[in-house]
Structures are given as C-alpha cells and as structure tokens.
C-alpha cells in the first residue's frame, strides 16, 4: 500500500498564473475527493470522484477550477487565473465505496502561495 | 446543510492527564462522525468514526468518543495522553445527500506538555 501521493508538494506562483495538481489514489479505491485547507481552518470540500465521473463541485469551486479524472486513476485539480486567495493546502483524499462510512485516506497536500 | 463545530482551537495538557477534545455537530439528517488526526508534518489519518449500534467508539491507541445524539456531540477523550499525542485533531460528519463528502470542524491543537 504506497498511500494517496500528490504532486507538487508546494507549488509558489505569481498572481494571474496557471497551476496544476496532481493526485495519485489508492490504486482500487473508486472514490476521489478533493479538499482546500486554510491556515487555522478544517479542510473544505472541493468537489469529488466516482470513478471518472464528477458528482458533485462545492460552490467554493468558481469557474477557474477545474478537476479531472480521466480514467479513473489519477486526477488533477488546474487553478487559471490564480489569484492571491487561492493560497492554501490542497488536500486530496481517496476511499473505497460511496455510502459515507467508509475511511478516506489523505494525501500530504500540496501547498500553492500565490504572490 | 451539516456544520461541525469544535469548542477549542487549543488545548495544552501535562503528560499522563486526561483529555476531552469537544464537538458538537448540525445536521438535519442521520450522519456519520469521524476523528481524524494530523501528527506534525503528516497527513491526515483517521482515528476513530462512528456508524451506528454502539455510542462508544473506540481508537486503538486509547482514545475513545462517545455519540450524544440529543446534545449533538461527539467529543473525544483519552484518561491519560503522551507526548507521542501532540497534534492536531479534526472532528467531521457526513451524511444526508451527499455520502462520503466529509463537512470538518475547525481542529483542536493539542499540545502535551512533559
């Protein structure tokens, strides 16, 4: 079991600019979700997974987030236009099933800073 | 909507003392609660949930929680905590129409002093 694993793990970059995360998930598990945290806040739901299918988009997700998973593996999460309150931990996290009860297992995060 | 809300955002306890980490949740639909920990420069793990039948959750590392369904609670407890327990502790819910999204309360640093 080599874990969730993201990449980059922090990420600096001028206001304006294009970023890209990717999330690598337990191989078999079908869900993926992905999370922001701010400093001295809980994680926030981004949007998530069933497969390749996105099932839900929290209204934190504005139109210059976009989250793919093209084959249901891997994911990425790109950020256009980044702007400086975009600056955070994004978490992605990733689970076996979809009734609520099962354990989701996270990633280190990867930490953007937007100057 | 569910919210969580977690009563400390810093809890500093000696060595070998007990240890309560409150939460109280909302939601209008049954839930599922979890605690998850993050340990200095980790992700996050989970320590305990809780599903159905009995209130008392337990973790393997000595920590349990206890659902209150009529206060809305889910606070966490240890009678006697170690060094090694220095973290910071994440209560969360999911349920309703969105299964397995995760709604978090703000976290509890707890900070175990020798």
């Known amino acids: 079991d080599t874990g969730v694993s993201q990449n980059p793990r922090h990420k600096i970059t001028k206001r304006g600019q294009n970023v890209t995360f990717r999330c690598d998930p337990i191989s078999e598990h079908n869900r993926l979700y992905w999370y922001r945290q701010t400093l001295g806040q809980g994680p926030e739901f981004l949007t998530y997974f069933q497969n390749e299918a996105q099932l839900e988009k929290s209204r934190l997700l504005s139109d210059r987030f976009s989250a793919e998973r093209p084959k249901g593996s891997f994911s990425t999460l790109e950020i256009q236009r980044t702007e400086q309150g975009d600056s955070a931990m994004y978490l992605c996290?990733?689970?076996?099933?979809?009734?609520?009860?099962?354990?989701?297992?996270f990633g280190p995060g990867t930490r953007l800073l937007v100057l | 909507a569910q919210s969580v809300t977690q009563l400390d955002s810093q809890v500093p306890v000696f060595e070998e003392a007990p240890v309560e980490l409150r939460c109280n949740y909302s939601?209008?639909?049954?839930?599922?609660l979890f605690w998850y920990v993050q340990y200095p420069n980790q992700g996050l793990q989970l320590l305990l949930k809780?599903?159905?039948?009995?209130?008392l959750v337990e973790s393997i590392n000595g920590f349990e929680a206890e659902f209150n369904k009529s206060q809305t609670s889910f606070h966490l407890r240890k009678p006697s905590v170690h060094i090694s327990d220095t973290a910071e502790y994440f209560c969360a819910v999911s349920g309703g129409t969105s299964y397995g999204k995760l709604t978090f309360g703000q976290g509890t640093i707890l900070t175990v002093h020798p």
């Open positions: 996290a990733s689970s076996l099933g979809g009734q609520g009860t099962e354990t989701q297992y």
């Open positions: 809780y599903l159905s039948g009995s209130t």
């Open positions: 939601s209008s639909v049954s839930v599922y």
